[in-house]
């Protein structure tokens, strides 16, 4: 599979069109402050009206397969009860017309879009009350649309909205111990809370669909988990290399080892105590097994030394984004955060199929190019540090699929620029760049074409 990602609430725009309810990002971006530029998602990039030359674009650029979101308020517009038709419509119209042109749907469920109803009902993740509904969501999709879309992951990255949206509170639905930048919301408690009730959807959902849809319509489903890659400091270090180990337990293991083995990193249990709530025997039966493919974002990677465990820091790690030597793990992309580490992604994918011994889909790589939004048109469309990025990448990842590993797809993040989360329109993330000051137009950045030809001439990629 090759293809190319993106998310409802980052593209749709028709943010109140045709009976969408809102969610809680429409809440945050409207609230000023919440947005680096102040911007909103009420537009973003059109896709809810121009879907259709956009996948024209995508047909031109050779993609099998298309990554996309389901915004739950436009099809149940409180989050629970009576279904906005207009809305099932609106997506049958997007997978009936990427079929037409070859491209196979890839479905993400909740791709961190929750409905305001459900967070004004009951605080949504953070009640038992989320999981029946994110249930009956899940059905409704699955009944409407599963004859076609034959990939489905029920959340994309839980670590980033649990930690972003409840830790720090930097994004939807800006929850945090911090009352300089958040009115709700406790720190130390809330993340794990929320994880635990995404895990308890996310296996109510998969056997949801297993019991009632997968033997019929033949699809299959999962999670797609975030993770970057850490690296001990000090290689001859047992504190570093055990911290490391931490750092990747609170990161991935928080998510994949409930659901590939049933239970938390022992890591996680012994550092957080009776913070890290508890599944019962059934839940865990549950929970095991959950899965059909391995769903993976990675964007970079960094340098891990032991700390001391807090409550702030219960993992006990120290990032770094140099060696003991001083020197830069790589260059710095327009995110701070985002360090070019290509060898990182080769040693993940190393790591995951060696510990969960299942097939991976690289749900989203990417990155964004320092300055790019403040660049001349033609200037930003020669996007060669992204090129190489994709190119030093994408090389890691066949080395490691020629050491066993097996990895049955590749999205590029993104198709387009977008609405990036508390950034706003500031990063630049697309292949694909949206002219936001002249109508929205798109033009293809270099960075598209690298991609076609690099998957037209590597016949690498299995059929799942």
């Not at 945050?28 to 674009?57: M, N, W």
Request: proline fraction near 5%; hydrophobic fraction near 35%; aromatic fraction near 14%.
């Amino acid at each position: 599979m090759y293809g190319m990602a993106t998310a409802s609430y980052q593209v749709e725009g028709a943010w109140n069109v045709s009976g969408r309810g809102p969610s809680i990002w429409d809440t945050f971006s409207h609230t000023p402050g919440k947005i680096a530029d102040g911007s909103t998602g009420d537009v973003a990039d059109d896709f809810y009206h121009r879907f259709e030359s956009d996948i024209a674009l995508m047909s031109q650029y050779k993609l099998t397969h298309f990554r996309l979101s389901i915004s739950w308020s436009r099809l149940l517009p409180s989050g629970r009860g009576s279904v906005n038709q207009a809305g099932i419509r609106f997506y049958n119209r997007l997978i009936d017309t990427l079929l037409a042109y070859s491209i196979h749907p890839v479905v993400t469920l909740f791709h961190w879009d929750m409905p305001q109803g459900l967070e004004d009902s009951y605080l949504s993740w953070l009640s038992p009350e989320i999981v029946p509904d994110f249930n009956a969501y899940a059905d409704l999709c699955f009944r409407s649309f599963g004859d076609r879309v034959k990939i489905w992951a029920t959340f994309n990255e839980p670590l980033t909205f649990a930690n972003l949206g409840y830790g720090n509170g930097v994004n939807a639905p800006g929850r945090c111990s911090n009352r300089t930048r958040c009115q709700f919301g406790d720190s130390t408690t809330e993340p794990w809370i929320v994880g635990h009730r995404v895990l308890q959807s996310h296996a109510l959902a998969v056997q949801t669909y297993r019991n009632k849809y997968q033997q019929q319509q033949g699809g299959k489903i999962g999670i797609v988990l975030n993770s970057d890659w850490d690296e001990p400091l000090i290689s001859s270090s047992p504190d570093d290399v055990a911290a490391a180990q931490r750092g990747m337990d609170f990161m991935l293991g928080w998510w994949a080892d409930p659901i590939w083995f049933g239970d938390y990193p022992q890591s996680m249990k012994l550092a957080l105590g009776p913070l890290l709530p508890s599944f019962t025997s059934s839940e865990k039966k549950l929970l095991k097994g959950s899965y059909d493919f391995f769903g993976l974002n990675h964007y970079t990677s960094r340098y891990i030394s032991n700390a001391k465990q807090t409550t702030e820091n219960p993992a006990g790690v120290q990032g770094h984004d140099k060696n003991a030597n001083g020197v830069p793990i790589g260059p710095v992309a327009d995110s701070e955060w985002l360090i070019v580490v290509p060898w990182g992604f080769q040693k993940l994918l190393k790591y995951v199929w060696n510990r969960y011994q299942t097939p991976i889909i690289v749900t989203e790589n990417g990155c964004d190019v320092p300055n790019e939004s403040q660049l001349p048109l033609q200037t930003a469309l020669d996007d060669i540090f992204r090129v190489n990025y994709y190119r030093e990448y994408l090389s890691n990842m066949m080395e490691a699929i020629e050491s066993g590993v097996k990895v049955h797809g590749y999205f590029a993040w993104s198709f387009m620029d977008n609405f990036e989360w508390a950034d706003g329109y500031q990063k630049r993330f697309g292949v694909t760049y949206v002219d936001y000051k002249n109508g929205l137009t798109r033009y293809s950045k270099k960075s598209s074409s690298f991609l076609t030809n690099f998957f037209m001439a590597w016949n690498g990629p299995i059929n799942m």
